[in-house]
């Protein structure tokens, strides 16, 4: 693979390496530039990650937040994918236009990696499938048709995004190596299609025990007013409250006390009487 590779390169080694690292660098550190992350937490002053599934991405975002910054979310994730791989067609098809092709997998690889696991934001970051998705849209649009057509059929059907993102992944390097038959390119299309259903794992888990939640329409949580206490309106004023029921056995043993106390004040003075009669 690597010699044929070379042989339309026209490249020394080194130079096929340092653009080959290049466009991996560039596309890693533009996908760790998660919209899900960046608008909920400088933006909302708060982080996607802590609510819902836990997970940084579209789907998580919009049932948790909703609202017009779900638009900011989609243009973010959709354009860093664009980026990454028009650069890699640019670096590609200045050494030979037939490795624009592999340029597009390999940045779209990459692309994916700092989505996913981004270093800017301790490795926690989405699925892929928004990134994934713009990067199918890039790289053919019969992959496209596919990957997207599959995943909006099922999402649709079933409303489960889930079930349309395993899709999605499985179905790429299928059709990758159908329409390429080139056996490097379907190598990176096994490998990303393998990432997104990695990170669906605890997905498919739950379809497979019927507890996978439905994609639903946000809505905004209604503030509710603090009800007011019952009991102390309708109480009768000639009742006695649960409070003087429990103060009165008090105030009858600090009075049976105090008689106690006056008695055995009283002996003292009675004993003295005696003790002078008798004297």
Not at 143 to 152: D, I, T
Request: net charge negative; aromatic share 10%.
């Amino acid at each position: 693979m690597l010699n044929h590779v070379m042989e339309i390169a026209h490249v020394s080694v080194g130079w096929l390496a340092l653009a080959a690292g290049g466009i991996a660098v560039l596309a890693y550190f533009l996908g760790c530039f998660n919209g899900a992350v960046v608008v909920s937490r400088y933006i909302l002053r708060d982080d996607v990650r802590s609510h819902g599934s836990g997970n940084a991405g579209l789907t998580n975002f919009y049932r948790t937040f909703g609202g017009p910054l779900t638009l900011v979310v989609i243009l973010s994730d959709a354009v860093k994918a664009v980026v990454a791989v028009l650069f890699a067609m640019w670096i590609a098809g200045a050494i030979s236009p037939e490795l624009v092709t592999l340029g597009k997998y390999w940045a779209g690889l990459f692309c994916l990696l700092g989505h996913m696991f981004p270093i800017t934001f301790q490795f926690r970051g989405g699925k892929g499938i928004l990134s994934g998705g713009t990067i199918a849209l890039m790289i053919d649009w019969r992959v496209a048709l596919v990957v997207w057509g599959g995943f909006l059929i099922l999402a649709f059907l079933t409303r489960y995004v889930s079930l349309g993102s395993c899709w999605a992944g499985l179905s790429f390097p299928f059709v990758t190596g159908f329409v390429y038959q080139d056996t490097l390119i379907t190598v990176l299309a096994i490998i990303i299609g393998g990432l997104i259903l990695f990170k669906h794992r605890s997905n498919m888990v739950r379809l497979i025990k019927g507890t996978e939640s439905k994609f639903t329409r946000h809505k905004k949580e209604e503030t509710s007013t603090p009800e007011e206490p019952v009991v102390e309106e309708h109480q009768h004023p000639a009742e006695p409250s649960a409070q003087a029921e429990v103060d009165e056995p008090e105030q009858e043993g600090k009075a049976s006390t105090q008689e106690e106390t006056s008695v055995e004040e009283e002996e003292p003075e009675e004993e003295k009487e005696l003790q002078e009669g008798e004297a």
